[in-house]
């Protein structure tokens, strides 16, 4: 039996011409992304965030949504007084509002002229504002400005005895609320400090 033997050949390569892996289409990398667009001068806020603006909703909402909140008593005379002044705040938003002096409770829910999905939220956090004795000209700024924001903090858990829990949320409010409204002055935020929460 004998045995076939090939001898090796070689293959010079032009290093120039184009194989069959290299990629000829041009590189779109960093460079490409961040060339200047025309419309991309300095005095464009990148970080602007446009107001939302009645007609921008093309369609109405499909579904009604709708929060409800108890109030204490003593707040029945109040709201009683004021909330013709919130039914016609809110209806500028498209939003329902109820108040029910027999369940002591009060309700916002969407209708069909609601022009701001987001608005319905917004009314939530009213009516609990408005449970925890915030007036109603502090507790409407959550409606008007995109930017405010609120919070009920429940302080009543921090301290087991009563009568230590009575002593720490007087030092918060302060001699005649001189504490309360220096934190006011340093954070810019107004402050409710009612019962067992702080608003």
């Known amino acids: 039996s004998s045995l076939c033997t090939a001898s090796p050949r070689t293959m010079e390569v032009d290093e120039e011409a184009p194989t ?25 806020d990148k970080w602007k965030i446009e107001p939302f603006k009645e007609g921008d909703m093309k369609a109405p909402l499909l579904e009604e ?16 007084e004021s909330w013709p002044e919130i039914t016609r705040r809110l209806e500028q938003y498209g ?15 969407t209708t069909r002229r609601t022009w701001d999905p987001f608005a319905i939220l917004k009314a939530r956090d009213l009516i609990r504002l408005l ?7 502090q507790a409407m700024k959550i409606m008007t400005d995109d930017e405010i924001a609120c919070d009920i903090i429940k302080i009543r858990g921090f301290v087991r005895n ?13 001699p ?19 019962g067992n929460t702080v608003a």
Not at 65 to 80: D, I, M, N, Q, V
Not at 162 to 174: C, P, S, V
Not at 176 to 194: D, F, P, R, S, W
Request: glycine content about 6%; hydrophobic content about 35%; overall charge positive.
């Open 65 to 80: 949504s709708s929060f409800a909140t108890l109030f204490p008593g003593y707040r029945e005379k109040y709201l009683r």
């Open 20 to 44: 069959a892996h290299s990629d000829t289409r041009p590189k779109r990398g960093k460079q490409k992304r961040m060339d200047n667009k025309p419309w991309d001068t300095e005095d464009v």
């Open 162 to 174: 009563k009568e230590k829990f009575a002593k720490r949320r007087q030092r918060l409010i302060g």
């Open 176 to 194: 005649n609320g001189a504490t309360l409204k220096a934190i006011e002055l340093l954070t810019q935020c107004y402050l409710m400090v009612q």
């Open 95 to 109: 939003i329902g509002c109820e108040l029910n002096l027999v369940e002591g409770s009060m309700r916002v829910f």
């Open 131 to 137: 449970s925890r004795s915030v007036p109603m000209v």
